[in-house]
Each structure stands twice: as C-alpha cells, then as structure tokens.
C-alpha cells in the first residue's frame, strides 16, 4: 500500500483516537460536575431565637474553610466522607498502587481495585461535603462545655458545597455506664435550655434504679424544631457491647436552603 493510500486511514485513525480522548473527557467532566440538589425557600413559622451552634461552628454561617481551619488546629485526622470524597480518594490509592507496582517491575494488572484508578460516578455530581472526624478529643476545645474526662467523639460537618455555608454539625459520643450517660444527656440538653421546653420527644428514660436508665435499642431523644433550624439531642443504647451512643445535633433541615438572602437597603427619603 503505498503512502498515498495510508494517509486517509492514517487521519481516519487520528480522527477516532481523539474523539476517544474527548469523550472520554466528556464523560469524566458530566460524572463529576456540580448538580446542585434542588432546595427550597424557608418556610412560614417560627425561626431559631438565636443562632444556634455546637462546637462553636453556626449552621448558615460557618464556612468549609472555617471548620478545616478549626479541626487542623485541634490536630484532628478529617476527611472528605461524601460521595465524591470517597470516590475520589479510592482513585488516589488505586493510581498509587499501580504506580508501586510498575515501580516493583510487576504486572500493574494484578493489582487489587486497579479498576477504581479511573472510574468515575454520577453519583460524583453531588457537590456534597461531609467533613468526618473519628476518635477526636472535643474537650480539647477553646471554651469547651465538654469534660476533660469524657469519652472521645465523632464529629460530623455537612456542606450542600464547598461554596455554601454549613448545613449540619453533629457530636457523636459513645458511653458504656448508663448514669454517665444520663448526665451528659442532661448537659446537653441544659446547653439549650432558653429554647424552652422540647418541641418533640420520642422515649423516655425509665428511671428506675439500677442499670436501666436507657432500654436496648428504643431511642430516646428532645428535638426543638423552627422553620430554619433543627436541634436534637438523642440517646440510642447498642448494649454492652457497642455502648450508648448520645448525639448531638444542629441543622438546617433539608431541602431548606442554608443560603438566607439579605433584604434591600430602605430607600432614603428624597
């Protein structure tokens, strides 16, 4: 075949090689863009009195930015545990041991999880953030309510995206002694004291004598509940051997949107 034939299959194969890569960018770029869930205005009622805050960070206020700033300071270990946080990290470390692989002279095809080097999601649009921090000391805190002797926690900070402003903060801590649980419940609780009575409970701690402040698996919880903010303290006993778990949360319940437009300047008489 000589080259004057060649050159059409040539630019034919050219052709196809780049409309590969395109699509392939394409497909890359629709399954990780931001779709940004649909949320809705706040609705008539009742708002929060006050902002409500727990570990010093407000739920429409505080910034991604802020809360990173915040648990790096604390020496905290963090991580993106959305959707696309995990997808993404999954990708970093499969690509990381194909290349030790390839390094090692080995066959980079063996590699357990290669496939996750570069596959991506719809499930990526999702712009969410959930910045989760295990095993971390809340007592350490400027200002802390928390005490020094208590267990350590679980720490969740949810963003509709990186651009929004928070949406949810949650304190997760486990207890095995049913009173000392019982007692925290009560301090976190007394932190909201000035909202009044709970809006909504669900159980309630059988105070009887002995062990059995807290039945196995019936919940037990206080929630106060405005058209813009939710706050909940709950209580949920696994038995011994994975403890009482009591959270505390403040939020900005969903689809509400956490963005709350600013009114106009009044108009200056002329």
Excluded at 237 to 250: A, H, S
Aim: charged share 20%; proline share 9%; aromatic share 8%.
């Amino acid at each position: 075949m000589g080259k004057s034939r060649l050159r059409p299959v040539v630019a034919v194969v050219a052709v196809l090689v780049v409309a590969a890569f395109a699509y392939r960018g394409l497909q890359i770029w629709d399954r990780t863009r931001d779709v940004l869930p649909d949320v809705t205005p706040i609705p008539a009622g009742p708002r929060a009195p006050r902002p409500l805050s727990l570990l010093g960070v407000t739920p429409g206020q505080t910034r991604l930015t802020d809360v990173q700033a915040l648990t790096a300071a604390q020496g905290w270990i963090c991580r993106d545990a959305s959707m696309r946080g995990l997808m993404q990290a999954g990708r970093a470390q499969a690509r990381a041991a194909i290349e030790a692989a390839e390094a090692r002279g080995d066959d980079p095809d063996t590699v357990s999880g290669a496939s996750r080097a570069y596959y991506y999601s719809k499930k990526e649009q999702n712009p969410q953030v959930h910045w989760s921090c295990e095993d971390v000391d809340i007592a350490g805190l400027p200002g802390s309510v928390y005490p020094a002797d208590g267990p350590r926690a679980a720490v969740a900070f949810i963003f509709d995206a990186d651009h929004l402003p928070l949406r949810y903060v949650m304190v997760s801590r486990k207890f095995t002694s049913q009173k000392a649980t019982l007692v925290a419940r009560d301090a976190a609780l007394a932190r909201f004291a000035d909202l009044g009575p709970a809006h909504e409970g669900v159980g309630a701690p059988d105070l009887t004598p002995g062990e059995k402040l807290f039945a196995r698996l019936r919940p037990v919880s206080s929630s106060w509940t405005y058209a813009d903010r939710r706050v909940t303290v709950s209580v949920m006993n696994f038995g011994p051997r994975r403890g009482i778990d009591l959270r505390e949360i403040v939020e900005i319940p969903w689809p509400i949107t956490t963005t709350t437009p600013v009114a106009p300047p009044a108009a200056t008489p002329g």
